[in-house]
């Protein structure tokens, strides 16, 4: 290249330069809500030092500041009452306008599955086609953050659909909770509401907090620590994979089902006689292995035609709780991580042959439910090129290989995808939202912690403090949803690991501006993800109303239980935030009493002058009381306000 045509060039590049356009967040968009009577920062990238300028239609004030040398720049300014619509317009000599921008109150919406659950979609909420049909609020606006995941904070975020008015059209597959949210404080305050949601199925308290803020948790500081070496591997899938790999070969010295080497429960010949029955699609949780988490093996003989023979065959699954490597005619296939994954193998013509064939399911579950839990119509297998099918759904033989109870440093080790790693959801779907001025936080997560309840009281209430930390307000409000019942109802269960989690959620009502929406009447034994959103989203909006907003006439929470003493062979139950007492009639159930032996035995509970008297005539000399104690307790303790009082217990045991 000579002078002349390396001078055009830079001439062209600096010209291209001048005229960047300047640039915003994905979040700063039309129809967006910014938080009303507020100072509010603006921020993006434009032409290194070049003068950008703000303008807010409601005032008519011109802001401006000076990019700095790699372009960033950032105006506060300030917002009115609520109302709008007004426009933003931004410039650095290339105009950018944001149009249809309401003053409000935003709300930023977290947490795994249950706060992610749709209206429609996969979640088909109670009645979702009449809520869907009058979702008609325009000033309530809907932005929603797609799954990713990240080693490093990120300052952009990438988005599924933004700022959305709430409409028909809009809500069917949006966070139902927060939906219902907005939609309480919308009819009472009719002001309006912007969404920030922002969550993922099946994801650990820890995913979502800070590198800093996991330092400040004793049983994450190791994982803190770990984390500068891990950022220098960029390859996440492959590295994922290669761990995972590697591990699935670690376990073949434990399983039943393998002489350590090999695969014993495979093959055509195996006599699988003796094995027991398991319906699929179904979790085993609901078929007499309801404490289990390990490792088991599925068989299914499936008579071919003989058009099939030889031919290549796709093997659908659905999905499988958590990960799975599939057998066919005794050779492995193909293997899957990750729950939430369709499962589809192909299995090579040479090994189809026409009658019986053997298919074999390796299934391997860490916590929560397992199997192959996937649907109907999705649970087949066929010849690719014509696509007949052949249904995989009905009994299988059914043998546990390993059992993670008696194996936990195995469990322990498993390496697990990076949306489950502490920090790495902050980074992509958190970080990039704190420097947007919101109202607070609304948060329905914890299932997925249910095998480290204790270790979650440290870590939820660090995650909240992270978070305030974050946006730079250690008094932002922060509501959250106590864990639905779940699993077959037991009066009374020492064993619980729910009853742990609830009881870790309730202590983080000792930080300042916390409110717990508790549900131990709307869960659903057979379904982890309980239908009547409407009443969460409520619940949850009681809490903002009182306590955010200063509604005097509404009351958020029932009675919490405070403190204990013995008289006799009674306890004396009290609590804080009486209200107007409890909700009377009827016979108390939940309540049970222990002595010194730490045995429980079904207690009689009477209400005397707003405390709970409890005894039992087998234990002269009580020392503890536990109510509600079980994954799916059977206890009615409310409040006048007809709102469920939290399960709890005196002991610590």
Known sequence: ?????????????????????????????????????????????????????????????NYSTVSSEDGSWKIIIRTPEAGGPYDISVSDGKKLTLKNILIGEVWF???????????????????????????N????????????????????????????????ETVSNFSSTAYFFARKLWNELKIPIGLIHSSWGG???????????????????????????????????????????AWLKKTYASDNGFDGVRPLWTGEDYDDSEWSDMPVPSNWESHGYDSFNGIAWYRKSVSLPS???????????????????????????????????????????????????????????????????????NCFIGTVKSRKTISLCGMWKFRTGLDFDYNRQLLYDRPV????????????????????????????????????????????????????????????????????????????????????????????????????????????????????????????????????????????????YSNYRIEGDKVYLSFSNLGNGFLKGGVLNGFFISGTDRVFHKAEATIVNNEIVVSCSDVKYPAAVRYGWSDNPVCNLYGSNGLPVSPFRTDNW
């Not at 977290?110 to 009058?134: A, F, H, V």
């Not at 189809?352 to 860490?366: A, E, F, L």
């Open 1 to 61: 290249m000579n002078l002349k045509s390396l001078f055009f060039l830079s001439a062209m590049l600096c010209i291209v330069g001048l005229n960047a356009k300047i640039t915003m967040p994905s979040f700063f968009a039309d129809n967006m809500v910014l938080q009303r009577e507020s100072e509010v920062s603006l921020f993006g990238k434009a032409n290194p030092k070049s003068k950008v300028t703000v303008i807010t239609s409601w005032d008519k004030n």
């Open 109 to 135: 919406c977290s947490g795994q599955s249950n706060m992610e659950m749709p209206l429609e979609g996969w979640g088909k909420i109670m009645n979702y086609k009449d809520e869907i049909s009058s979702a």
């Open 307 to 377: 058009t099939f023979a030889g031919k290549d065959l796709s093997v659908s699954l659905g999905t499988v709780d958590d990960d799975d490597v599939l057998y066919f005619n005794g050779v492995e296939i193909g293997c899957t991580f990750g729950y939430g994954k369709a499962r589809k193998y192909i299995v090579p013509g040479k090994l189809v042959k026409s009658g019986r064939n053997v298919v074999t399911v390796r299934v391997i579950d860490t916590g929560g439910e397992g199997g192959i839990i996937g649907t109907q119509d």
């Open 417 to 560: 995808e990076f949306r489950y790693r502490p920090v790495y959801l902050y980074n992509a779907m958190v970080n990039p939202f704190v420097n947007y001025k919101i109202r607070g936080f609304i948060w329905y997560q914890g299932e997925a912690n249910e095998t480290r309840g204790f270790e979650y009281r440290d870590l939820f209430q660090g995650m909240i403090n992270d978070w305030r930390s974050r946006w730079g307000d250690n008094t932002l409000p922060f509501y959250y949803v106590q864990l639905a019942p779940f699993r077959a109802p037991k009066l009374f269960d020492d064993k619980s690991k729910w009853a742990i989690v609830r009881e870790s959620q309730s202590e983080a009502l000792h930080l300042g501006n916390t409110g717990m929406a508790v549900i131990t009447d709307i869960g659903d034994a057979k379904d982890i993800h309980p239908k009547n959103k409407q009443e969460v989203g409520r619940r949850l909006a009681l809490l903002a109303l009182e306590n955010t907003y200063k509604r005097s006439d509404v009351m958020s929470s029932a009675p919490i």
């Open 203 to 245: 994801t650990p308290a820890e995913a979502w907090t800070s590198k800093e803020g996991l330092y400040k948790v004793p049983s994450y500081i190791r994982y803190a620590a770990q984390l500068d070496s891990i950022q220098k591997c960029n390859k996440y899938e492959n590295l994922l994979y290669d761990e995972q790999c």
């Open 137 to 168: 609020y325009p000033s309530i606006r809907l932005l929603q953050v797609k799954h990713t995941y990240s080693l490093y904070p990120q300052d952009d975020v990438e988005i599924d659909f933004g700022w959305c008015e709430c409409s028909p």
